[in-house]
C-alpha cells in the first residue's frame, strides 16, 4: 500500500479533480457487503428463534442472550474504530483489521454448533458467547470497511454512489441468506443449523476476501486521506469528539432506533408467519419480498438523493417504514398476497434506509474534516456501535413483548399451543411497536442540519 496517494487531513477534495471510482474496483469493494449480509441476517433472522425453539431458552434469557454481546460491541465498535485511525495513520491503509475479520466464519459455525444435550441457560451461554467473539471479528472487519468512503478523495454524490454499489451487493447477501438460511434449517433439528452455518460461513469469507482486494484496488485509485487527530488519541476522546458533532450526534441516536426496528422485524418474521398465517414456508417468501426491492429501489433513491438531498430521502424512507409497519396489524385478515405487497413497500422504503444513512457518515466527516476535527475511523466506530445497539435491542424489544404476552418457548420444535395474549404480543411486536420506533428515529433525524451545508 506504500504507493496509494496519501493527502494530509485539510486538504480540499474536490469532485471534478479527484479521479473517479471505476465501476470493476466499486464492485470488488461491494461483494463484501455480500459476505456482510450474511452474519447481519442470520443471527438477527434465526437465533432468537432457534434458541426459544431449538434450545427450549425461555423468551426472557434468549433476547438477554441476543442483547449482551451487543452491549459488548458499543465498546468494542469505537475502540476498534480508533486503533483503524492509528494503524491508517501509520501505514496508510486498514488492511491488517480487515484481514483479521476473516476469521468470522468459525464463530458463525460454531455458534450453531450447541454441544449435544445442551438446552436452556448452559445452551444460552453456549450462543452468547460465540455470539460475541463473532461480533469482535465482525467489528474488525465492518469498522475499516465502512470507513472506505470517508477515506477516498471523492465528493458527495460519489460517497453516495459508492454506497449504492454497497446497497445492491449487500442486498444480495442479505436475500441470499434470509432465503437460504430458513429453508436449510428447515427441519428444526440441531444438526441442520450446524449444516446452514457451515455452508453459508464459507460464502460469507469468500465474499469478505474479495472485499478486502476491493478496498485496496479503491484506496490506489482515488487516494486514501490520513486520519486527522494524534496518534495518542484514545477511543474515549475520539468518541467524545464524535459525539460533540451535533448533525452526527443526531444521525447516529436516529439510525440506533432505525436499526432496532429493522431488526425487531427480521426477528419477529418467523413467528409473525407461523402463528398469523400458521404456514412458516411464508418467511422466505416474506424475506425475499422484504430485501428484493433493494435491487431496483437503490438506483431510484440515488437519484431522489440527487434531486432533492439524502436528508429529505431518509426522512421519507422512514416515514413509510412506520406507515407500513401499521398496515401488517390486521394480520390473517389481510391475507397472504396483500401482506407480501406490504412488505414489499416496507423493502423499498428499508433500501433507502441504508443507502440514505451510511452515505451521510462520510458526509459528516467531510464536515468534521473542514473543522479539523474528523476521525474518519472513530466516526465509524460510534456509527457502528450504533448499528449494533440496534441489532440487539430490536431482538431484546420483541423477546420482551412475547415474554409479556405469555409466550411458550419449547425444543426440537415441537408445536405448543399458545395462549391468546402470547398471539396478541406477537402481533403487536411486529406493527405497532416497530412504528413507534420508527416515528422516534424520524423526530431525531430531523434535527440533522448535514445537508444544509454539503458540498455538492
Known amino acids: 500500500m506504500s504507493a496509494v496517494p496519501r493527502t494530509a487531513p485539510g486538504d480540499a477534495v474536490s469532485a471534478g479533480t479527484s479521479p473517479r471510482p471505476r465501476a470493476g474496483d466499486l464492485v470488488a469493494y461491494a461483494a463484501g457487503s455480500v459476505g456482510m449480509g450474511v452474519w447481519v441476517t442470520v443471527p438477527g433472522l434465526l437465533l432468537l428463534y432457534f434458541l ?33 485511525d492509528r494503524q491508517a495513520r501509520r501505514t496508510g491503509h486498514r488492511l491488517r483489521m480487515l484481514r483479521l475479520g476473516l476469521l468470522l466464519g468459525l464463530a458463525m459455525t460454531a455458534m450453531f454448533t450447541v454441544p449435544p444435550g445442551w438446552s436452556g441457560p448452559p445452551a444460552a451461554l ?30 458527495y454524490h460519489e460517497r453516495t454512489r459508492v454506497f449504492m454499489f454497497r446497497m445492491l451487493f449487500l442486498t444480495v447477501g442479505l436475500l441470499g441468506a434470509g432465503v437460504a438460511a430458513p429453508a436449510l434449517v428447515g427441519g428444526g433439528g440441531q444438526g441442520d443449523y450446524t449444516l446452514m452455518a457451515v455452508l453459508l460461513s464459507l460464502s460469507m469469507v469468500v465474499f469478505c476476501a474479495v ?153 459528516a466527516v467531510a464536515a468534521a474534516e473542514a473543522r479539523g476535527t474528523a476521525c474518519a475511523g472513530a466516526y465509524t466506530g460510534v456509527w457502528t456501535a450504533a448499528e449494533a445497539a440496534g441489532t440487539a435491542t430490536g431482538p431484546y424489544v420483541y423477546s420482551a413483548v412475547l415474554a409479556a404476552g405469555g409466550f411458550v418457548s419449547t425444543t426440537g420444535g415441537q408445536a405448543v399451543a399458545q395462549p391468546d395474549s402470547a398471539l396478541a404480543a406477537l402481533l403487536i411486536g411486529f406493527t405497532a411497536v416497530p412504528a413507534l420506533l420508527m416515528a422516534a428515529a424520524l423526530l431525531l433525524q430531523r434535527r440533522c442540519a448535514l445537508d444544509r451545508t454539503a458540498a455538492p
Open 52 to 84: 426459544t425453539h431449538t434450545l427450549g431458552v425461555a423468551p426472557f434469557l434468549a433476547g438477554l442472550t441476543l442483547l449482551l454481546p451487543k452491549i459488548v460491541d458499543t465498546v468494542v465498535h469505537p475502540w476498534l474504530g480508533t486503533r483503524s
Open 126 to 155: 453456549w450462543v452468547g458467547g460465540w455470539f460475541i467473539a463473532g461480533n469482535v471479528l465482525f467489528a474488525c472487519f465492518q469498522v475499516p470497511y465502512l470507513t472506505t468512503p470517508s477515506d477516498l478523495r471523492i465528493g
Open 211 to 363: 472485499g478486502t482486494v476491493g478496498v485496496r484496488r479503491l484506496t490506489a485509485r482515488c487516494g486514501f486521506r490520513v486520519p486527522a487527530g494524534p496518534d495518542h488519541a484514545t477511543a474515549l476522546a475520539d468518541v467524545r469528539t464524535a459525539w460533540r458533532d451535533r448533525d452526527f450526534r443526531a444521525m447516529a441516536l436516529s439510525y440506533l432506533f432505525t436499526g432496532t426496528t429493522t431488526h425487531l422485524f427480521l426477528a419477529a418474521l418467523p413467528f409473525y408467519t407461523e402463528y398469523v398465517f400458521e404456514d412458516s414456508g411464508l418467511t422466505a417468501v416474506l424475506m425475499g419480498a422484504f430485501l428484493a426491492p433493494a435491487v431496483f429501489a437503490g438506483p431510484l433513491w440515488m437519484r431522489v438523493s440527487r434531486r432533492t438531498g439524502k436528508q429529505r430521502g431518509l426522512l421519507l424512507c422512514q416515514a413509510m417504514f412506520a406507515v407500513g409497519s401499521l398496515s401488517l396489524m390486521p394480520g390473517e385478515a389481510l391475507g397472504p398476497g396483500m401482506a407480501v405487497a406490504v412488505v414489499v413497500a416496507l423493502g423499498i422504503a428499508f433500501a433507502g434506509l441504508q443507502l440514505f444513512a451510511f452515505s451521510m457518515v462520510p458526509d
